[in-house]
């Protein structure tokens, strides 16, 4: 399907999915990447379709807007319920995926709420999470013209990242008082207790793999105890990091850690890169708390060797992701309040189809919540219990 909106020779066109992405499209893809130096990975075509083949995702299909016949824009969509449509994320990544030609952001926005616009029946677009103030007044023009119903509302969590400086010493010096004497004070100790821990920056391909499966199992003994398990609970999600993250580091993209204290792996975590970027991306950590219970902490070595190891590569910002640890203050950090965008063609439509959408989750997820429950009331039942005979 193809229509103007308003000015001729920009067109938009809903492209179903087919099990992958054509020749033109790919092409498109590649350029728009090309295109914005400040494209991050998560965004290049290998991330995206890696999450198709998998089953980690499964789009509806692709928005593309032309101009001139000239791809300017990609929206990858999914189609949650029979009148939600959302853009595509993966969890771990701050903000969903499309891509537009830079300059381009108002025709882009504007061919995207003409389509919104044009779907038959009630129509709700879940956009998530823009934090590029650009796209951000682009879509709440876009919308004011096509009168659909913007809606931003706060992340549950922040947006963390630190500002890095010269050299190691440089940075200390830019940190609170306290937090140095922390970092410092507790690095010593730690030291000393365990002169043997060893971190490796790894960039070989089967290294990275074997590593990748040590954060796997570490991450899923962690988190998936919680109602629901965790995002690497599916086999799907599991082989979709694999995939993905091999190719990152083949492609001079990814730079994976991993820290061993008496010889065993206690963290592994990746980061995300792109040459010529200032900012490098701690995207994925799984660490042993367990390995030595109120003796060590694998995280705060951690994240001081690979702070360390980001100034000497030249990186000036770590983006430490979603979520406002306390252990992320510590290391200088800069908290943004992102927020998640909605879009609807009718006032009521976003206050209730939020709320339907919620439902329906809830209810796709009550047979694995009762699973678990199930599950931790017939092992509390088949515990061995006993009494102590009195004297």
């Not at 920009?10 to 130096?37: F, K, N, Y």
């Not at 043997?196 to 990275?208: E, G």
């Amino acid at each position: 399907m193809e229509a103007g909106i308003g000015v001729t020779h920009i067109t938009w066109e809903a492209i179903p999915w087919q099990g992958a992405l054509d020749v033109q499209l790919s092409a498109a893809w590649d350029a728009l990447v090309a295109q914005d130096r400040d494209t991050p990975v998560f965004r290049y075509r290998a991330w995206f379709t890696s999450a198709c083949i998998t089953g980690s995702v499964t789009p509806w299909g692709v928005l593309a807007v032309k101009e001139d016949g000239q791809c300017i824009a990609l929206f990858p969509l999914q189609k949650s319920s029979p009148w939600t449509w959302r853009f595509i994320s993966f969890g771990t990544e701050t903000e969903a995926i499309f891509l537009i030609a830079p300059g381009r952001e108002q025709a882009a926005w504007a061919a995207l709420a003409d389509w919104l616009r044009a779907l038959p029946g009630v129509a709700y677009l879940d956009a998530g999470i823009l934090t590029q103030p650009r796209h951000i007044d682009a879509f709440r023009a876009a919308g004011q013209t096509q009168a659909l119903r913007i809606t931003a509302r706060p992340c549950r969590m922040p947006f963390i990242s630190s500002q890095l400086a010269d050299s190691w010493e440089d940075y200390l010096a830019s940190l609170r008082g306290e937090a140095r004497r922390y970092l410092t004070r507790e690095e010593r100790v730690l030291k000393a207790a365990y002169p043997d821990i060893t971190i490796d920056y790894l960039h070989d391909l089967p290294s990275c793999l074997e590593a990748i499966e040590a954060f796997i199992t570490l991450f899923r003994r962690r988190w998936e105890q919680q109602p629901g398990g965790c995002f690497l609970t599916p086999e799907s999600h599991a082989a979709f990091y694999r995939a993905v993250i091999g190719w990152a580091v083949q492609q001079g993209l990814a730079t994976v850690c991993v820290m061993r204290a008496r010889g065993r792996i206690v963290s592994v975590k990746t980061f995300l890169h792109v040459p010529g970027q200032t900012a490098v991306i701690a995207h994925l950590v799984a660490r042993d708390t367990t390995a030595f219970p109120k003796q060590f902490s694998p995280g705060l070595v951690e994240c001081n060797h690979t702070v360390r190891w980001a100034i000497s590569q030249g990186y000036r910002v770590m983006h430490m992701g979603l979520g406002n640890s306390e252990y992320k203050r510590k290391y200088g950090a800069t908290v943004v309040q992102y927020a998640t965008f909605t879009a609807t063609r009718r006032p009521l439509s976003a206050v209730l189809l939020p709320k339907v959408d919620r439902l329906l989750y809830v209810l796709r997820r009550l047979p694995i919540h009762l699973s678990f429950h199930l599950r931790r009331l017939e092992s509390h039942r088949r515990r061995p219990t006993g009494t102590i005979a009195k004297k």
